[in-house]
Structures are given as structure tokens and as C-alpha cells.
């Protein structure tokens, strides 16, 4: 019998699992549950805490108390869809990702945000022969265009824009030397950064040329 590799993947691996999965049929048809998905996962990476008013006010800007039943409801649904995947077509992924049922926490030490916490482990049904040991590294994190980063974070295009010009993470104009900018978006970083607020960051340019241009 193998020896089971409980470790926890590294944060990269998580990431291009989550890529995968969002970009799959199964999340693709629900928006909300993938930007809950994404969310916690970028802050619990970036070890931050995880409030149910923070995942709110990214997601549910018209929430109106620190407790959000839209929250609880679009956690309870992304735990089951979670399940399906793994008992279906993540049966042999490498990576699991799961949120704990809150029914756990109750009687505990836990605390209650707990349950918004993903947790991450290695599949230990994933057939380790269809590794490809010779796979080149992943490339980095793909740049959106604003349309696609202003509906994956739930905001209008126009205010995305404004953050962007304002110095927000993850907001990447392309090229140098022109009056009007072309932004473009890391979704990760957005994610994370409207997260804490939008605190803005001084943004990187991407040069419209060479290998490291965005398509």
C-alpha cells in the first residue's frame, strides 16, 4: 500500500488548481459561488483573516449588518458543489480544496469564521502516473481585460477604471507613453486588494511588447 502524502500543496499549486476548476462547466454556471471560491482562497493565501463581513462587503455590497445571510446561503451551496466536483470529475484531481461545514465549530475552540476558511490537501487518489515530471513551471497568473475583472469582482467597468488610474492592486496599464491608458487585470491581486478596501497600490506597467505581454 502507498503511503498517503497528507502535506499541503504549495500555494502555486492551489492556485492553478483553482484556474482550473473555475474555468470548468461546473462553476462556470455559477458566478457567485466561483468569486466566494476565489476570494477566500486569495485572502487565506495572503494569511489574512477571514470575516463574514469582509466576504460581504467584496461580494454583497448592500449588505446591511456584519452578518450576511447571502454569505452563509452562497457558503452552504459552494460546499456542496464542492463535494459533487470531487465525487465526480475532481475525483482524480491532485489538489482538494473544501470549506469546513460550520456544524463542526459548534462545541469547539473553533471560531464560527472557521467555516470560511478553505481548506487545502493532496488527493490521495490522484494516479500519480499521469505526472508529468518533465512539465515545464506554469506560467504566471493571465491578464482580463476590464470587462472580465469588473464582472468577476461584481463592480462597473467605469469604477474599476477609476480604481485602476487611483493606484489599485493588481490594475496593470499596457504599454508606456500614451494619453489613454489600456488596463488590464490580475484577478487575484484585484480580488485580494478590493478585499482590504482598495488600498491603492502604485501599478506596474506592461509593456506592449515581448514576451511578457499580456494577450
Same mark, same amino acid.
Given at each position: 500500500?502507498?503511503?498517503?502524502?497528507?502535506?499541503?500543496?504549495?500555494?502555486?499549486?492551489?492556485?492553478?488548481?483553482?484556474?482550473?476548476?473555475?474555468? !470548468?462547466?461546473?462553476?462556470?454556471?455559477?458566478? #457567485?459561488? #466561483?468569486?466566494?471560491?476565489?476570494?477566500?482562497?486569495?485572502?487565506?493565501?495572503?494569511?489574512?483573516?477571514?470575516?463574514?463581513?469582509?466576504?460581504?462587503?467584496?461580494?454583497?455590497?448592500?449588505?446591511?449588518s456584519?452578518?450576511?445571510?447571502?454569505?452563509?446561503?452562497?457558503?452552504?451551496n459552494?460546499?456542496?458543489?464542492?463535494?459533487?466536483?470531487?465525487?465526480?470529475?475532481?475525483?482524480q484531481?491532485?489538489?482538494?480544496?473544501?470549506?469546513?461545514?460550520?456544524?463542526?465549530?459548534?462545541?469547539?475552540?473553533?471560531?464560527?469564521?472557521?467555516?470560511?476558511?478553505?481548506?487545502?490537501?493532496?488527493?490521495?487518489?490522484?494516479?500519480?502516473?499521469?505526472?508529468?515530471?518533465?512539465?515545464?513551471?506554469?506560467a504566471?497568473?493571465?491578464?482580463?481585460?476590464?470587462?472580465?475583472?469588473?464582472?468577476?469582482?461584481?463592480?462597473?467597468r467605469?469604477?474599476?477604471?477609476?480604481?485602476?488610474?487611483?493606484?489599485?492592486?493588481?490594475?496593470?496599464?499596457l !504599454?508606456?507613453?500614451?494619453?489613454?491608458?489600456?488596463?488590464?487585470?490580475?484577478?487575484?491581486?484585484?480580488?485580494?486588494?478590493?478585499?482590504?478596501?482598495?488600498?491603492?497600490?502604485?501599478?506596474?506597467?506592461?509593456?506592449s511588447?515581448?514576451?511578457?505581454?499580456?494577450?
Open positions: 500500500m502507498m503511503p498517503v502524502d497528507v502535506s499541503i500543496p504549495k500555494p502555486e499549486e492551489i492556485r492553478q488548481h483553482l484556474e482550473y476548476m473555475l474555468c !470548468g462547466k461546473r462553476f462556470k454556471g455559477a458566478p #457567485s459561488q #466561483s468569486q466566494f471560491l476565489a476570494l477566500v482562497i486569495t485572502l487565506a493565501l495572503a494569511g489574512e483573516e477571514i470575516k463574514e463581513s469582509t466576504i460581504a462587503a467584496a461580494l454583497f455590497p448592500n449588505y446591511l456584519n452578518e450576511s445571510a447571502d454569505v452563509r446561503v452562497t457558503a452552504l459552494l460546499r456542496n458543489r464542492l463535494r459533487r466536483y470531487y465525487a465526480q470529475e475532481g475525483s484531481d491532485r489538489v482538494i480544496i473544501s470549506l469546513p461545514d460550520p456544524q463542526h465549530c459548534k462545541g469547539t475552540n473553533l471560531s464560527p469564521r472557521t467555516a470560511y476558511t478553505p481548506l487545502f490537501a493532496y488527493n490521495p487518489r490522484f494516479d500519480r502516473q499521469h505526472e508529468n515530471p518533465d512539465r515545464q513551471p506554469s504566471p497568473e493571465p491578464f482580463v481585460c476590464a470587462a472580465k475583472a469588473a464582472h468577476f469582482v461584481d463592480v462597473n467605469r469604477y474599476l477604471l477609476v480604481l485602476a488610474r487611483n493606484g489599485i492592486a493588481g490594475a496593470y496599464p !504599454g508606456t507613453g500614451t494619453k489613454r491608458k489600456i488596463w488590464v487585470f490580475r484577478l487575484s491581486e484585484l480580488a485580494s486588494a478590493i478585499a482590504r478596501g482598495g488600498d491603492p497600490q502604485k501599478p506596474k506597467t506592461v509593456r511588447s515581448g514576451s511578457g505581454s499580456p494577450r
